[in-house]
């Protein structure tokens, strides 16, 4: 089970700047007009400033996130504030609030945030609120990528096994075998399910989720790699963009074959990097096997 390492410890590497606030004449009410709220801007790196982040980008675990706030109001500002929220996680600020209590109708902040060690889907929004409680946000997603980490060796039965526990299904997200069995309620995890109807093993896998294969030719390449070579999230990107075929169902399943699947769980898009050690299809047995090593 992927378990949430992002928590309240990660606060820690965030701080935040001041750059200044400025004082206004904008009224407290607006003048009576319709309040339209505050305009937010992100900063761009443009003259002196550099090192910004003021759009969505993918940025290494550990990378460190500054995004400069720029807020314009023709009323009062009330606040403004930060927050981060880690693929669905409730939100948490960053730093703290930024209060008024004078006359204050612009205000620049600069926040830097460093993304924890667990890969995803980092959403930073900020908010600005007038004195007419008139509140405007704006957003920047930041995906945090890291090292492919190696799961254990995966096992797959033929879907005409009949030995109890020879599970024909496989959970990537969860990297575990399941069953493939009509009665099991667990469609929704199934990544792979072999395919075969008959005693001779198909050398085919589909998805009863949605998820997406592609398979190497002859050589054992994607993308001009072989397994050992894939070391990050992007290169099954690069390759998987790279690569035609894309299929929920996936042929020619063989000893050194290699595969990218594409799953979405949650909302968020996984990339897992199949190496098929051996294909066993006995004559006569149905009990025949796939086994594969994995990293996402």
Do not use: H
């Not at 890969?119 to 007038?130: E, I, L, M, Q, V």
């Not at 990297?175 to 990544?191: C, E, L, V």
């Not at 990107?237 to 790279?242: E, H, L, R, S, T």
């Not at 996936?250 to 990218?260: N, P, R, S």
């Amino acid at each position: 089970m992927k378990k949430l390492l992002y928590s309240a410890i990660a606060l820690f590497t965030a701080s935040v700047m001041l750059i200044s606030c400025d004082s206004g004449s904008g009224s407290g009410n607006g003048g009576g007009s319709t309040p339209s709220g505050p305009s937010i801007t992100f900063q761009t790196n443009t003259g002196t400033f550099s090192g910004f982040t003021f759009a969505n980008d993918k940025l290494l675990i550990g990378s460190t996130v500054k995004i400069g706030v720029v807020v314009t109001s023709s009323v009062n500002l009330k606040n403004t504030k930060m927050t981060v929220k880690y693929n669905s996680q409730p939100e948490v600020i960053i730093g703290t609030d930024s209060t008024f209590s004078g006359s204050v109708t612009s205000c620049n902040r600069t926040y830097n945030y460093t993304l924890p060690q667990d890969k995803g889907t980092y959403t930073f929004t900020a908010y600005a609120t007038d004195k007419d409680q008139t509140t405007k946000t704006a957003t920047i997603v930041v995906v945090a990528y890291g090292p492919l980490a190696d799961k254990v060796d995966g096992l797959v039965y033929s879907l005409k096994a009949t030995t109890p526990g020879s599970y024909s299904a496989y959970d990537l997200f969860e990297n575990t075998a399941i069953s493939a069995a009509s009665s099991a309620g667990n469609q929704a995890s199934r990544d792979i399910v072999d395919a075969s109807t008959g005693s001779t093993l198909s050398r085919t896998w589909t998805s009863q989720n949605g998820t997406e294969f592609i398979i190497s030719d002859a050589t054992g390449k994607l993308n001009g790699k072989v397994y050992s070579q894939f070391v990050s999230e992007q290169d099954l990107i690069d390759a998987w963009n790279a690569t035609s075929g894309k299929s929920t169902t996936v042929t020619g399943i063989d000893d050194g074959k290699l595969l990218i699947a594409k799953s979405s769980r949650g909302g968020i898009t996984y990339y897992y990097l199949i190496g098929i050690n051996t294909v066993t299809d006995l004559t006569g047995a149905e009990d025949d096997t796939y086994t594969f090593q994995y990293k996402q």
